[in-house]
């Protein structure tokens, strides 16, 4: 059964440090999305996109946000200068038939 | 803006007794709505959806119903097994974005 999957699983980055989440969606979907999730809060929306472009954010997508689609499997989130509030898990997701599946997320620690 | 509610944030009961849950969301324009069990460690896993053309779904143990009137949608788990035990989020989509519920602990003990 096609996943999604993510890279790294873990990621520790020192306050002020660039990261780069990676995704690599479903082959066939066409919609690709990123969320958060902080330690036993909900699961937080951040961004779609779809043909190449943002189709929506949200206000916690800031300018230190980026995403960008390189080639045509993987899909990144870009932090260009942590915060120690980045620390969260983020997960990617794509979708396909209107059902969203999720990747098993990456655990960023800004320390 | 967009808001759903979940209750309870937890729920213990037994193996072999059924567990609800249940949540509100605030949009009228929401069409579709998921629910996900994630176990710790793992990505939201979705198990079963409702369209809001339907009011009701069955899969095996897990039913959704949908009342769009009062902008309500519950989850039923029947016969629960001890492998249920996670935590159980609802979600509305109006757009494409998920809103999710602020979850649900599920514990079902032997």
């Known amino acids: 059964e096609p996943e999604v999957t993510q890279t790294p699983s873990h990621q520790v980055t020192q306050m002020g440090q660039e990261v780069i989440l990676r995704c690599v969606p479903i082959?066939?979907?066409?919609?690709f999305y990123w969320y958060r999730q902080i330690l036993g809060q909900k699961v937080e929306f951040l961004v779609s996109?779809?043909?190449?472009?943002?189709?929506?954010k949200s206000e916690i997508f800031d300018d230190q946000f980026s995403v960008e689609r390189p080639d045509g499997s993987n899909f990144t989130l870009k932090i260009r200068s942590t915060k120690l509030e980045d620390s969260a898990m983020y997960f990617c997701?794509?979708?396909?038939?209107?059902?969203?599946?999720f990747g098993p997320g990456t655990r960023l620690t800004v320390l | 803006g967009e808001n759903v509610e979940q209750h309870p944030s937890t729920l213990s009961v037994q193996e072999g007794d059924s567990a609800v849950i249940k949540c509100t969301y605030s949009d009228s324009a929401s069409n579709y709505f998921p629910w996900y069990k994630q176990e710790l460690g793992k990505g939201p896993q979705l198990i079963i959806d409702?369209?809001?053309?339907?009011g009701e779904k069955k899969d095996q143990r897990i039913a959704v119903t949908l009342n769009k009137t009062a902008k309500h949608f519950s989850l039923h788990i029947t016969e629960t097994q001890p492998e249920d035990s996670a935590v159980y989020f609802c979600?509305?989509?109006?757009?494409?974005?998920?809103?999710f519920g602020t979850g649900t602990r599920l514990q079902v003990f032997p």
């Open positions: 996109f779809y043909n190449n472009e943002i189709s929506e």
């Open positions: 409702i369209r809001s053309n339907v």
């Open positions: 082959s066939n979907h066409l919609y």
């Open positions: 997701a794509s979708e396909g038939s209107g059902e969203q599946f």
């Open positions: 979600a509305a989509v109006g757009t494409d974005k998920l809103i």
